[in-house]
DNA sequence: CACCTGACCACGC
DNA sequence: TGCGTGGCCAGGT
């Protein structure tokens, strides 16, 4: 069932995102070698079980803001859980050049 | 098989 | 900084 094969390529890029870092869906699709599937990344983080205790908060969008709509119950949580791991949310954005996983951030303080 | 949906993305203004 | 637009693609109906 090459869908289930998706699904934990995805899930295996997601569990590598270091602590107090965020990754783009677009990114995760990459890496998970899906090009242009960006999408599915977001569908199929809502599939996984909460058991498995994925850090699905730490994708966001290419602009650097959470997906989900402000002031619904997922926003808040993701918002929480971020700041949390010391990652500053402003508004719902997130500097990507301070906070993003190996992108233009120099400074692996955090990991 | 056609049509719609969406936790996306890049680009233009 | 903030919309609108077109493109993308798996899934569901």
Redesign the pocket.
């Known amino acids: 069932m090459p869908?289930n094969a998706?699904h934990a390529a995805i899930w295996k890029i997601v569990r590598t995102i270091p602590h107090g870092r965020v990754a783009?869906?677009?990114?995760v699709a990459r890496l998970a070698g899906l090009p242009?599937?960006?999408?599915?990344?977001?569908?199929v983080?809502?599939l996984a079980p909460a058991a498995m205790k994925l850090p699905?908060?730490r994708?966001i969008?290419?602009?650097g803001r959470i997906?989900?709509p402000p002031n619904s119950p997922?926003f808040r949580e993701?918002r929480k859980r971020l700041r949390d791991e010391g990652v500053i949310v402003v508004k719902g954005k997130i500097d990507l050049k301070k906070f993003g996983w190996k992108a233009g951030n120099d400074s692996p303080l955090l990991d």
């Open positions: 869908t998706s783009s869906y677009g990114q242009r599937h960006a999408r599915m990344v977001g569908a983080l809502g699905w908060y994708v969008n290419s602009q997906a989900l997922g993701q």
